[in-house]
């Protein structure tokens, strides 16, 4: 009965090792798996953002929040007469 202890002892050291490993393999799938979900939210941050940046820009420069477009003032010469220069008839100096 001597090597009933030992098979005991072979057969525990066993299942030791198996659930050793199976805890490496799991630490190691969910490693890679926080990676893939880290990896994966960058992306979709940044793309949120470059959507955000891109809608404010086209709203601001064609859409409805476009600042009006200002009147501007341009400097015209007056006709200059071509004739002699008579004095205006209703402005007159006589009372």
Known sequence: MATG???RQGREQRERT???QARQEL???EGRRRTRDNVLALVVGV???GA???LQTVYFVAGPGAPAPEPTVVDTPSPVPS???LPDPE???TP
């Open 27 to 29: 630490h190691r799938r």
């Open 18 to 20: 198996r659930a050793y």
């Open 83 to 85: 004739g002699p220069v």
């Open 5 to 7: 202890g030992k098979d």
């Open 91 to 93: 402005v007159s100096s």
């Open 52 to 54: 955000a940046i891109g």
């Open 47 to 49: 793309v949120v953002i």
